[in-house]
């Protein structure tokens, strides 16, 4: 493990990054995270790390995240924000969502997730907090895995939705005309693992230490169930300073609509496809709609 360390040749544009963070301070949660980190390595074997730390990362960040817009149906000050406004959610469907995650996070990912710790063998992804990668590394590689992942959901998701075989599998996500957090995950088991594919294809290939691994599930679950909120809360979505990025408004219309807007993240594909079209000009009708209004008042 020392020999990969050592024989690590840093990106080049790391020795830039290094010489602008002079410039900030330090980072106050840096040392309690080295020694949360080097408590966990001392005290739990690769495996339990790779496999049960795994799960917990994605239990925690999935229903955490989901927890905002599960609380805000009762805000009535943030009805305002809900994009579907005539359509609540309910105790029955959010139940039902529930029941079936349960299902796929334990007997269709668990599974999945347990081949974290082979690969990590097999490819020699370090643990230790000394091969730890800066986090603008980190962010770099997170990016790479959304552009890969976001182009395989385009395809592979507009081919789900042909006639021939949308009933039998794609057609359990759109249960749910009018989505919120936790339908981010509410699919066919079928669909799980084949959209899944996309997620593994960027850790295969940019993965350089188990944290990259969790970094890059925490942001595709804040990608996922931000844009299944139902939500559009404009001004404090950091994701909105990410160019191209869809959000919520974008994805909400592909569960009202059924068609166009293919892509999880982002709007580069459907734009160059022009399967976006339905949504432009459902927005310039909503657009137009508005201006009548303003005029009668």
Same mark, same amino acid.
């Not at 989901?66 to 959610?89: V, W």
């Not at 794609?170 to 989505?179: A, D, I, L, N, R």
């Not at 993240?265 to 000009?281: A, H, M, R, V």
């Given at each position: ?7 690590? +040749? ?16 330090? $980072? ?17 074997? !690769? ?9 917990? &990362? ?23 924000? #809900? ?14 969502? =529930?029941?079936?995650? /349960?299902? $796929? ?17 097999? =490819? ?28 395989? *959901? ?6 789900? *939705? ?6 039998? &599998?794609? #057609? ?10 936790? +339908? ?12 899944? /594919? ?8 940019? @993965?350089?230490? &188990?944290? /990259?691994?969790?970094?890059?599930? @925490? ?44 892509? @999880? ?14 949504? #432009? ?13 303003? !005029?009668?008042?």
């Amino acid at each position: 493990m020392e020999a990969v360390v050592e024989n690590y +040749t840093a990106p080049i544009y790391t020795n830039y990054a290094e010489d602008l963070l002079k410039y900030f301070p330090d $980072n106050p949660l840096k040392d309690p995270f080295e020694t949360a980190w080097r408590y966990m390595t001392d005290n739990y074997t !690769k495996f339990q790390i790779a496999t049960w730390g795994s799960l917990l &990362v994605h239990e925690f960040m999935y229903f955490g995240i989901c927890l905002p817009s599960f609380l805000f149906q009762f805000m009535p000050f943030m009805r305002r924000f #809900k994009i579907q406004q005539d359509k609540p959610e309910t105790f029955e469907k959010q139940w039902r969502c =529930f029941k079936l995650l /349960m299902f $796929n996070h334990f007997c269709i990912q668990l599974p999945m997730i347990g081949g974290t710790y082979m690969y990590t063998e097999m =490819f020699g992804i370090p643990y230790n907090w000394e091969a730890m990668p800066r986090w603008y590394d980190i962010a770099v590689r997170v990016f790479l895995c959304a552009f890969i992942e976001d182009t395989w *959901h385009f395809f592979i998701h507009r081919l789900a *939705h042909d006639k021939r075989v949308y009933k039998y &599998v794609h #057609k359990v996500h759109h249960y749910y005309q009018t989505p919120f957090g936790m +339908t981010a995950e509410y699919a066919h088991p079928v669909e799980t693992m084949v959209l899944g /594919m996309g997620f593994f294809i960027g850790i295969l290939l940019f @993965s350089n230490h &188990v944290i /990259m691994l969790w970094a890059w599930v @925490s942001a595709r679950l804040l990608e996922t169930v931000d844009v299944h909120s139902g939500y559009d809360i404009p001004y404090i979505n950091p994701f909105h300073l990410i160019p191209g990025y869809a959000g919520a408004k974008f994805h909400d219309f592909h569960h009202y609509n059924f068609t166009g807007n293919y892509a @999880s993240t982002f709007s580069w594909w459907d734009w160059l496809f022009g399967t976006d079209k339905q949504f #432009k000009e459902f927005l310039a009708k909503k657009a137009q709609l508005e201006k009548e209004k303003l !005029k009668e008042q």
